[in-house]
Nanobody, 124 residues
Framework: QVQLVESGGGLVQAGGSLRLSCAAS????????LGWFRQAPGQEREFVAV???????YYADSVKGRFTISRDNANNTVYLQMNSLKPEDTAVYFC??????????????????WGQGTQVTVSS
């Protein structure tokens, strides 16, 4: 089982940057694909990015070229570097773990474990 704890959210002006972190428990971190999702008020949770256990990545079109997902297997942490932020990026951001190491899933149902989320607010 994996426990996930996000951090790094906050308030930033449009055009600014933030880096989210997600610390995972457990000794089998490298076996999981790790994703980031976000949920704005009144909207469904949507896919942002995923990194597989072997480092392949996949992004939503809305963040491609602005966000970068990475992982540090030695420290059981996955990151989301967010640049050129827009007001429409405002949401609670969640990290999630998929037991399929080579997965690059974009559906929430593909992920077995979820963090509690961290708020990101981008002001115009």
């Amino acid at each position: 089982q994996v426990q996930l704890v996000e951090s790094g959210g906050g308030l930033v002006q449009a055009g600014g940057s933030l880096r989210l972190s997600c610390a995972a428990s457990g000794r089998t971190f490298v076996r999981y694909a790790l994703g980031w999702f976000r949920q704005a008020p009144g909207q469904e949770r949507e896919f942002v990015a995923v990194i597989s256990g072997i480092g392949n990545t996949y992004y939503a079109d809305s963040v491609k070229g602005r966000f970068t997902i990475s992982r540090d297997n030695a420290n059981n942490t996955v990151y989301l570097q967010m640049n050129s932020l827009k007001p429409e990026d405002t949401a609670v951001y969640f990290c999630a773990a998929d037991e399929r190491r080579y997965g690059l899933a974009s559906r929430t149902a593909s992920y077995e474990y979820w963090g509690q989320g961290t708020q990101v607010t981008v002001s115009s």
